[in-house]
Every structure is written in C-alpha cells, then in structure tokens.
C-alpha cells in the first residue's frame, strides 16, 4: 500500500513538471501607433471578439494620435495635418492599401499589386517622391520628405478604411521604385 502512494505521488510530480508551459494568447497590437497603424488584413474571418478589438483600438489609436501629435511630431518640427482623402477606391478589395497605391501612381488598379508584399518585387531604391515603402501587409506612397525617416505618405487603408495623407515613419519597410522592372 505504502509503495503505491509513493509511486502515485512521483507519478502527479513528474506529470506536472513536463507540462508544456505556454503563455496564454492575448490579442492586442502592442506594435501600432501613429507612425506604423494596425494592420488586420491578414485575417480572413472576422469575429465578434475581433470587431470588438478593432473598435477599441480604433479609440486606443485615436488617443495616441492626439498625445503624438502634441508632443513628439510638434518636437520634431513635423506638419500635423492629416487629411482623410477618401476611402475604399471602388473596384479595390477590402484590404486595399496596394489597390489605392496603384490607383495613385499608374491610374489604374493593377490586380497583382492589390498583396502589399507584392510591391517587393520592385527594385529597392532611395526614399524619394513618388516611390512606394512596402513590408508584407501594407504599402503607401511617398510623398514629401519631412525629416529624418518621417515621410508625408499617401496611405491607403490607414486605419478605419479611410484614405490619409499624414506623416509616416519608414521604420520597418522597404523603399522601391515602382517604375522599375520587377524582379
């Protein structure tokens, strides 16, 4: 009897030390802010749980916008006009950050260009007017040099399916030249 409590008491000890420890899943974005906005493009369905998340970051973002946009752009001297320009294109997908880049430089929507990784096909290049940042999930169009790697962005699907042209942070992408051959 005493060897079998023993042996049952190693066997829950042993039993709990090789359990898998895994840290329990969180959704929230803790790398979006103001100069890299949230990106959920990759999500093909959508649950309640994640429109609830959406809608709180969408206030989250809209508080740090405001922070930001009193203390560290006004430090670096960065305009802090953003205007919405519009919203979905029409004929672009619901993700539509390379649609509306497309739209922008060529005119037209270009239908492989509608993946922002994509845009990486393009020759890398400098920052300079008219070239485009991309990383895989989303792209926009460089417009006017601000300072440092802050650039004033044409920015399809910046969050809250809206259309910007504001200050963007090249931190994270690669600039290309669209107009060049495609690799």
Not at 27 to 52: K, L
Not at 106 to 119: C, D, Q, S, T
Request: positive net charge.
């Amino acid at each position: 009897m005493f060897k079998q409590v023993i042996s049952a008491c190693c066997f829950v000890v042993i039993t709990s030390l090789n359990s898998e420890a895994r840290p329990y899943r969180i959704e929230h974005a803790s790398e979006c802010n103001v100069t890299m906005p949230c990106d959920f493009s990759y999500r093909s369905q959508i649950s309640n749980r994640g429109q609830e998340l959406r809608h709180s970051l969408r206030i989250h973002r809209s508080k740090q916008l405001s922070a930001v946009t009193s203390t560290n752009i006004a430090a670096l001297d960065i305009p802090t006009s953003t205007r919405i320009v519009g919203g979905r294109p029409a004929g672009c997908p619901s993700s539509f950050c390379g649609c509306a880049a497309a739209l922008r430089l060529f005119g037209r929507i270009v239908p492989e260009l509608n993946l922002a990784a994509n845009w990486l096909r393009f020759p890398r290049t400098p920052p300079a007017p008219g070239m485009v940042a991309a990383r895989r999930g989303h792209v926009f169009v460089l417009e006017q040099h601000v300072g440092g790697d802050v650039w004033m962005a044409y920015d399809g699907n910046s969050g809250g399916h809206a259309t910007r042209i504001h200050a963007r942070s090249l931190r994270g992408y690669t600039v290309v030249n669209p107009r060049g051959a495609s690799t």
